[in-house]
């Protein structure tokens, strides 16, 4: 709205040529714009309350020593597990692991959010719905298997599209020797240039249609 006021100045075109709101086109990764996570909400110092110290945007995440995880893709990371069990959707899938627990350390809406290396945290935790809650049985399924052996219901990973720079698109994510749906298969952490996080557009519904075939 503010956008539209502002526009009534004819300087503003030029603003607005500059600021890149070109149309996304499902498919044409060349489209999709970037967003550096240190303009997104995962800078954690744009949540009310929160203060990093020095701006360091990774470190609630990521630390390069002393890591809270270890073992394979612990990818150094630096934030307080969420203690909390889980409802799934799939009776098929155990508790999150991996990835998936990694985004409900904090959108688990109970682990304070700026719970970091050990430090304990303010107890500011996320509320409404960005707070996934610890029901995920009325949430896309997690921590199932990718079912490769149904090829007319589910796309081969190998025809999975870019994502953003021509990089990864939806992805599935190997835990225990499995590639899995995890968070991360349509989420991209660092990036928000589509919204939401997303991998791929959500326009077309072209995010669903990478895996299922409708
Ligand atoms: C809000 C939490 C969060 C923040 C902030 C964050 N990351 Fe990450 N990062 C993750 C998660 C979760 C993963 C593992 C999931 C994945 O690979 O997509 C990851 C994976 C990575 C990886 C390994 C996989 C890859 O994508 O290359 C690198 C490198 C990385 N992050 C670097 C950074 C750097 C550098 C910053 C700061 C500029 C940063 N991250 C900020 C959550 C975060
Ligand atoms: C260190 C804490 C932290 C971790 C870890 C984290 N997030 Fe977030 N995330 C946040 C906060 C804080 C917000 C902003 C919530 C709000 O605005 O109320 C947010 C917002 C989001 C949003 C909404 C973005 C928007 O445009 O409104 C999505 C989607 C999201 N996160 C997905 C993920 C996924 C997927 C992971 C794991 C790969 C993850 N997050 C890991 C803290 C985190
Ligand atoms: C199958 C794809 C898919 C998976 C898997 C997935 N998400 Fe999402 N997520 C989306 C889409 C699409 C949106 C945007 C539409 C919406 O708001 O429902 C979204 C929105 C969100 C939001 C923002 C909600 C809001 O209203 O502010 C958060 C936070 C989030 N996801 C976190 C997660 C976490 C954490 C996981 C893993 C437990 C996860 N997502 C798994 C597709 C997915
Ligand atoms: C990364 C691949 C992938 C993406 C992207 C994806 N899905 Fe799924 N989806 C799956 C898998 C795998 C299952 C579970 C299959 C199983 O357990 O039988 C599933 C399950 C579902 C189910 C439940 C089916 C049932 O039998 O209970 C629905 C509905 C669904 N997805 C809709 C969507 C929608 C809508 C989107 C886009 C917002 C989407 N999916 C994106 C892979 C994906």
């Known amino acids: 709205m503010r956008a539209a006021i502002r526009c009534l100045l004819p300087a503003c075109v030029f603003a607005l040529a500059g600021t890149a709101v070109g149309q996304i086109v ?16 995962h800078n954690l110092n744009n949540f009310p309350g929160v203060n990093i110290p020095g701006n360091q945007v990774c470190l609630p995440c990521h630390t390069p020593h002393n890591a809270l995880l270890s073992g394979e893709a612990n990818v150094l990371w630096n934030h307080q597990e969420t203690g909390e069990t889980f409802a799934m959707y799939s009776s098929a899938a155990g508790q999150p692991e991996g990835v998936s627990k990694m985004c409900l350390s904090c959108h688990d809406g109970v682990t304070a959010i700026d719970n970091y290396g050990g430090n304990g945290g303010t107890g500011i935790v996320i509320t409404g719905s960005a707070a996934i809650g610890t029901d995920l049985s009325n949430d ?5 298997a990718y079912p490769t052996s149904q090829p007319t219901e589910y796309r081969n990973p190998s025809s999975f599209a870019p994502g953003i720079g021509g990089g990864p698109g939806v992805r599935l994510a190997t835990i225990n020797s499995v590639d899995r749906v995890e968070c991360t298969s349509c989420h991209n952490v660092h990036n ?13 519904s072209y995010l669903c249609l990478q895996c299922h075939i409708k």
Do not use: A, K
């Open 26 to 41: 499902p498919g044409d990764y060349t489209s999709y714009p970037s967003v550096s996570v240190v303009n997104t909400p």
């Open 192 to 204: 928000n240039g589509l919204g939401n996080f997303l991998r791929v557009p959500i326009q077309e």
């Open 140 to 144: 896309h399924p997690i921590g199932i």
